[in-house]
């Protein structure tokens, strides 16, 4: 009976099957009345699905504006706490550099450190200036005994001469003697053209200021010794001839000489000035204003290097470097190319000075490393002559114009005269070839 009924019900549902409706996509702005019962139920159904989804993003963004709240606060309040930890780190050091150099926060003073410098023997020194540097050395070796036979005060050095001479070497070599017989003596640099300001009576407050700071220093400290270095001490006590300018140049001038007199009356303070404007002794005292210079009472000129100076320049900077590297002709004082060399280089038309001479060094070093070198190559004299002949290109040393390049080549030996034939000949196709 059972089976019956079961099969009956099978065959009915295979003959009639039921009805089946489309998935239907219900939306919030549908109307709810229009559709039969079962969808009203999927439809809240649905409806309630979509509540739980936009709460749940609407959690997750609150959530998200919290966190980067909480991360921009805790930026802020790391920089605001970082700021006094920056500013401590930063005047610990700035405190800790001062006390390296020496340099006190009421002074304000620039010290220099000598300490790479060369001293007074390793200068290449002319005869002239070796004079001047025992004089130096006397002055500091034998200051008690000159007190005691009358030195009068009045300690001031002036240094003159064309640029590139050393006057700053020489400076710096002093300053390093002093170090030796009076350890902790220091170098106090015055740049005189920081000084000067555009505003009426500012240069002259500068200056005092100055020379006020540095006689504390030096009266606190009596057992040290400073030297005071004035460089370009021209633009500053030079005679202003202009009358638009001159009772200006004259009332600074005025302050300037009363200040310099307290500066060189101490006794533990030496001042020495330079300037490269001048380059003969008539031309210093037409330059600097008298009186300023009666406070100067030695005066030295400070020449450029001649020709023995240069050579053992060269030859004491090529026996640094390691011996593979140079040729030997180059550590050798008296090999006569490098005399001629030398020669051609300080003629008196050239105004070459050491510091060209650094300016050769430099370019012979990097001819030798040039393309067409093996790398690692000596440096030979003809490097040091090419670099010699790009050098004289340059500064024009050679002010003839019609002149050939042979005619050129041979002006760098400067002794052609005194040539056999065969040396001769080689100069006419080529210097040092």
């Not at 739980?52 to 709240?69: E, H, L, M, P």
Request: aromatic share 8%; glycine share 4%.
């Amino acid at each position: 009976m059972v089976n019956s009924v079961s099969s009956n019900l099978v065959n009915f549902r295979s003959v009639n099957p039921l009805p089946v409706r489309q998935k239907t996509n219900f939306r919030a702005s549908d109307n709810y009345n229009n559709y039969e019962p079962a969808e009203q139920d999927m439809f809240m159904y649905q409806m309630q699905q979509e509540r739980k989804s936009q709460k749940s993003r609407d959690r997750w963004n609150k959530a998200g504006v919290i966190a980067s709240c909480a991360i921009a606060g805790s930026l802020a309040l790391g920089a605001l706490v970082q700021v006094p930890t920056l500013r401590i780190k930063a005047k610990l050091l700035t405190n800790e550099l001062k006390k390296q150099t020496g340099e006190s926060k009421k002074a304000g003073l620039n010290f220099f450190d000598v300490t790479n410098e060369k001293s007074f023997e390793q200068l290449t020194l002319s005869k002239e200036m070796k004079k001047v540097v025992e004089d130096m050395k006397t002055s500091i070796d034998r200051a008690e005994w000159l007190k005691k036979k009358g030195a009068n005060g009045g300690n001031g050095i002036m240094l003159y001469g064309e640029p590139g001479g050393g006057k700053n070497a020489y400076v710096y070599a002093y300053t390093k003697y002093l170090q030796e017989k009076f350890p902790g003596s220091k170098l106090i640099m015055m740049d005189v053209l920081k000084f000067k300001d555009k505003y009426v009576g500012e240069t002259e407050n500068n200056i005092i200021n100055f020379v006020e700071n540095t006689i504390k220093e030096a009266k606190a400290n009596p057992d040290k010794r400073y030297v005071v270095f004035l460089d370009e001490f021209d633009s500053i006590a030079r005679k202003d001839e202009s009358q638009t300018n001159k009772a200006l140049a004259e009332s600074f001038q005025n302050a300037f000489k009363t200040t310099l007199t307290k500066l060189t009356d101490v006794e533990n303070i030496q001042v020495i000035a330079a300037t490269n404007k001048a380059s003969k002794d008539e031309a210093i005292t037409k330059l600097l204003d008298d009186a300023i210079m009666n406070r100067f009472p030695k005066k030295y000129h400070v020449p450029l290097p001649n020709e023995e100076q240069l050579r053992i320049a060269i030859t004491e900077h090529y026996k640094t470097i390691p011996s593979e590297l140079v040729d030997s002709k180059l550590t050798d004082k008296n090999n006569s190319e490098l005399k001629r060399l030398c020669k051609y280089i300080t003629n008196k038309n050239h105004h070459a000075s050491f510091r060209d001479m650094q300016y050769i060094l430099d370019e012979a070093r990097i001819i030798s490393e040039s393309k067409n070198r093996t790398p690692g190559s000596k440096i030979t004299i003809k490097d040091l002559k090419q670099a010699v002949k790009n050098h004289a290109e340059n500064e024009n040393w050679e002010k003839g114009k019609g002149k050939s390049n042979r005619r050129k080549n041979r002006e760098l030996d400067d002794n052609t005269e005194k040539l056999s034939f065969w040396q001769r000949l080689k100069a006419l196709f080529g210097y040092g070839d």
